[in-house]
């Protein structure tokens, strides 16, 4: 979502008459993007924010600025914390930065601008030429109070972008070469819940679906020249039967989802109010799995969330297999402020919290090694992305369930299309092959 929003304001910019500088230390304007998902992220910015602020003893022109969710969650606050920010601006006000920049420019500074928790954000639509690749904005925000998460707090409540804007926003990006868009929400399927984003004179569902994100999913598939789509982050009650109904049978939708779980035991599930069971999030994934067999969920786990038990723990490392997730993200449990938990004593030692996410690391190691494994010898879809990072000889894209594949390179392969790659050799996280 922060690189989907940076990328925006960049784009405002540039429609200002800005560009870019090549280097940092080049630049006259630097905005600080913030995350207060942890505490650890807002340390860094502040730590960014200071050092960048230092340079203004020699360069007293330079505007430093703060976006994100650490400017609407401290507010005012930020300036005792920076004194030489120049603004604070947040998240549903990053249309307003061109005019912050020159309010700067004239003189002004420390000035603030936060979002209220239900405002319709300006702009969302802007983008700059990213290739072959985009993220749309469907839906901002979050009503769901999970108890350890600041995102409803900073984000706002829920509102989703209605349909037709987000097509026409698609239908531009794929006349400009995108050819993959990948849907963001902090609770993506709950699209259209709260608003409604479809409207008498929009055209109708051809496959009959009902729920606004199937009908959604099934217009953006229909854009021409997008060959991929895909959103994030999942819940499991969006797992319906007509969204698997969509999945599966729309072309273009990648049989991927990335739908953090957390806890794998019910007991800490109540407690972050996750509104659902071990067993519902199971079902969903099986519901997936059986309707495609070559679906690849991904999730994103919290360890030594207050009161967690080594027994609890367990659970979630059992869940991780039953579940077989293609990939995973651990976190250890950091309180943020204002939340119900924070309110929790904190009382899973940092030791053990280090413990728990090495041994669930090692084990998707494992679990990916052999998931991997069992793609050798399949042909796969993969989106050319270009070099590989680590081998520039060599050529990296996705495949559909979004695996990393490498191969060697030929003349005829070309960024930004699909080509089919056999695999002959498989690593936890990365996928080798031929071309075929
Ligand atoms: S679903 Fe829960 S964890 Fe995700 S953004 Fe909303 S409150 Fe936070």
Redesign the pocket.
């Known amino acids: 979502m922060n690189v989907r929003d940076s990328e925006a304001v960049s784009a405002l910019l540039e429609a200002a008459g800005y560009r870019h500088a090549a280097t940092e230390d080049e630049a006259d304007l630097v905005i600080v993007n913030s995350c207060s998902v942890r505490e650890k992220a807002e340390d860094k910015a502040l730590g960014k924010l200071g050092l960048l602020c230092a340079t203004k003893r020699e360069r007293p022109n330079r505007i430093i600025g703060l976006m994100g969710c650490m400017a609407q969650r401290l507010g005012e606050a930020v300036f005792r914390r920076v004194p030489k920010l120049d603004f604070a601006v947040g998240t549903r006000r990053n249309g307003a930065i061109p005019s912050l920049v020159k309010r700067v420019e004239n003189g002004e500074r420390n000035i603030l601008e936060q979002s209220s928790p239900d405002e319709i954000p300006d702009a969302p639509e802007a983008h700059e030429d990213l290739g072959f690749s985009a993220f749309v904005t469907i839906l901002l925000g979050?009503?769901?109070?999970?108890s350890?998460?600041?995102?409803?707090d900073v984000?706002g409540r829920e509102y989703s972008r209605p349909a037709r804007e987000i097509i026409a926003e698609i239908s531009a990006l794929a006349k400009h070469g995108v050819r993959e868009v990948t849907l963001l929400g902090?609770?993506v399927m709950n699209y259209g819940r709260m608003n409604p984003v479809w409207f008498d004179d929009d055209p109708p569902s051809a496959g009959g679906f009902k729920e606004p994100f199937s009908r959604l999913l099934e217009a953006v598939s229909a854009v021409p020249g997008i060959l991929r789509v895909r959103f994030t982050?999942g819940?499991p009650s969006g797992v319906t039967d007509e969204l698997v109904r969509a999945m599966s049978s729309l072309p273009h939708i990648c049989h991927h989802l990335h739908l953090?779980v957390?806890s794998g035991s019910d007991r800490i599930l109540k407690s972050m109010r996750?509104g659902y069971t071990r067993a519902m999030y199971l079902e969903a994934c099986n519901k997936l799995y059986t309707a495609m067999p070559d679906f690849v969920l991904t999730t994103d786990v919290i360890v030594g969330y207050p009161t967690e038990t080594e027994a609890e723990f367990e659970e979630t490392r059992s869940l991780m297999y039953e579940a077989k997730f293609g990939n995973a993200f651990i976190f250890k449990y950091s309180p943020r402020p204002g939340t119900p938990s924070a309110a929790m004593e904190d009382d899973v030692t940092d030791a053990e919290k280090c413990r728990r996410d090495e041994v669930l690391l090692e084990d998707q190691d494992r679990r990916g090694q052999a998931l991997n494994e069992q793609l050798v010898g399949s042909i796969q879809q993969v989106l050319v992305e270009g070099r590989s990072l680590r081998n520039a000889a060599r050529w990296s894209g996705r495949s559909d369930g979004n695996k990393i594949v490498v191969f060697e390179p030929t003349p005829a392969v070309r960024e930004g299309t699909i080509v089919p790659v056999r695999i002959v050799r498989a690593a936890p996280q990365t996928l080798y092959g031929e071309l075929v």
């Open positions: 979050c009503n769901r109070r999970c350890y998460c600041i995102v409803p984000r902090q609770s982050s819940h953090p957390q996750r």
